[in-house]
């Protein structure tokens, strides 16, 4: 086993609790080749922006689990590099799982120098999703990897999962989601629950935010106990203007 210490990557919880006091955004990206990767470093660091690098299960059935594994590792020593010519300081890095859906892969990823993992258990019904994503977070647990899970069901093909209809997440389920496993594995891991997929106004405030329910209706977040943190990930980002 292949811890994601030796590569050189953090874990998502220190970089999410200093985003969240200092009130910024982290970004994610997707990468598949040498020229993606390089390219993120390189804006990385002169932005002085920590980063997550994300694998999708895709992605990493095509470039193969032992190359991503030097890949990141290259990545890491190249961030450290460039900091240093250009006198500015190393930012921290996460090697991320995107849309995982199965025990298994979770499991090889952790195994094999990924500092966090996404399970998407959003095709399953409620119940068999919380029952995924807690073997998933007691296997990571045990390896200090963080986790995100999923709630909430957008149509359409992402890698290895698929839907014909949109459900969004009710925030009632959030809560019981993120509380119930928060609660069995003593708040050690964050669990993610819900995102924004498509372009957000530029006035969204996620701590204003409201959340729609399948039926159409909007309401308001109903409350989270201090054991649990609310954030929104805004995906697909791309599709805004450079402001």
């Known amino acids: ?68 594994q030097y890949m990141g590792q290259g990545a890491v020593e190249m961030m450290k590099a460039y900091a240093k010519e250009k006198g500015l300081k190393p930012v921290p890095m996460a090697l991320h799982l995107d849309h995982g859906d199965t025990f298994e892969l979770a499991k090889s990823c952790v195994e094999t120098g990924f500092s966090s993992v996404m399970i998407d258990g959003s095709h399953h019904a409620f119940e068999k999703n919380m029952e995924l994503t807690r073997q998933v977070v007691e296997f990571a647990h045990k390896n200090d990897v963080t986790v995100e899970g999923e709630l909430g069901v957008l149509a359409g093909i992402e890698d290895e999962v698929s839907a014909e209809h949109s459900t969004y997440t009710d925030p009632k389920d959030q809560r019981g989601f993120a509380c119930d496993l928060d609660r069995d594995f003593a708040r050690r891991e964050q669990i993610q629950a819900g995102a924004v997929y498509a372009e957000c106004r530029r006035d969204f405030d996620p701590a204003a935010a409201s959340f729609r329910y399948s039926g159409g209706d909007r309401a308001e977040d109903p409350g989270f106990s201090d054991r649990t943190s609310r954030r929104v990930v805004c995906s697909r980002g791309s599709g805004q203007d450079h402001q």
């Open 1 to 68: 086993m292949i811890s994601y210490k030796q590569l050189g990557f953090v874990n998502t919880r220190e970089m999410f609790q200093k985003a969240f006091k200092g009130g910024y955004a982290v970004p994610a990206y997707n990468f598949n080749n040498m020229e993606q990767i390089q390219a993120i470093v390189v804006a990385c660091v002169e932005t002085q922006s920590p980063v997550i690098l994300q694998v999708s299960s895709g992605a990493r059935k095509y470039a193969n689990q032992i190359l991503l």
